[in-house]
């Protein structure tokens, strides 16, 4: 393609296979489409119920088989897992250390979740789950940010910082309720954006990409 002069560098054609780019610096082309060089990607999924938070598996789809194929290359990973049952905001990316700022207990990022119940918390059950519930096995959990979105339908927002298996459906039942449906609507201060139907992906924007994630 270089030998055929099809590639160009800032507007020419480069014909040289060996020349070297930084290429954040330069505007590289191929038949006139401009080509954009990424060292990690950022991916925003709306999760749907049945896949699994994995990069794969040779039984059940996972949310890296859901991508489409302009936002597919190797190294890509779920930062941090959903239930298989659980929908909403995912992050997959390639890059590691930011998925360690994300997830390490260390850092205690903010999980919001939008749960729908099976019945009613009480005052006391609020303020139980936001002291910090102890849930089966005798671990407790850190205290929690409990808000009533829709008392009528038992639709609450729970907020934890921290990433206990079914931590949410374990908190549900240490106060005598059962999550009927668990969405995550936010990581730090990035929020699930509306447009994206379930299963659908994009790119963070770069305005995204410098939310801050860390509380």
């Known amino acids: ?19 070297r780019l930084e290429p954040s610096a330069h505007g590289i ?11 990690y990607l950022y991916i925003m999924m709306n ?12 039984h059940v789809q996972t949310v890296i088989d859901l991508l489409p194929p302009s936002l597919r290359r190797k190294g890509l990973f779920p930062v941090g897992r959903l239930d298989k049952d659980t929908t909403g905001l995912l992050i997959i990316t390639d890059d590691g250390a930011f998925a360690h700022s994300v997830t390490s207990p260390g850092k205690k990022v903010f999980k919001t979740y939008r749960a729908t ?21 005798g671990e407790r959990c850190l205290p929690a940010q409990v808000a009533v979105l829709d008392a009528e339908n038992h639709i609450y927002e729970i907020k934890i910082r921290e990433g206990k298996f079914h931590q949410i459906k374990r908190m549900a039942q240490s106060v005598g309720r059962r999550v009927i449906a668990l969405e995550r609507t936010a990581v730090g201060a990035l ?19 410098e939310l801050p994630l860390i509380n």
Not at 29 to 39: I, M, P, Q, T, W
Not at 117 to 137: F, K, M, R
Request: aromatic share 4%; proline share 1%; glycine share 12%.
């Open 29 to 39: 082309a191929l038949d006139g489409v401009s080509l954009c060089y990424r060292k």
């Open 191 to 209: 929020t699930l954006d509306a447009g994206l139907r379930r299963g659908e992906a994009r790119e963070l924007t770069e305005r995204e990409r």
């Open 117 to 137: 119940l099976d019945g009613a918390l009480t005052g006391a059950d609020i303020q139980y789950l936001s002291e910090g519930a102890v849930i089966d096995g």
């Open 1 to 19: 393609m270089i030998w055929a002069g099809r590639v160009t560098v800032d507007g020419e054609i480069c014909r040289s296979i060996d020349r």
């Open 47 to 58: 999760k749907p119920e049945g896949a699994i938070s994995a990069s794969n598996d040779s």
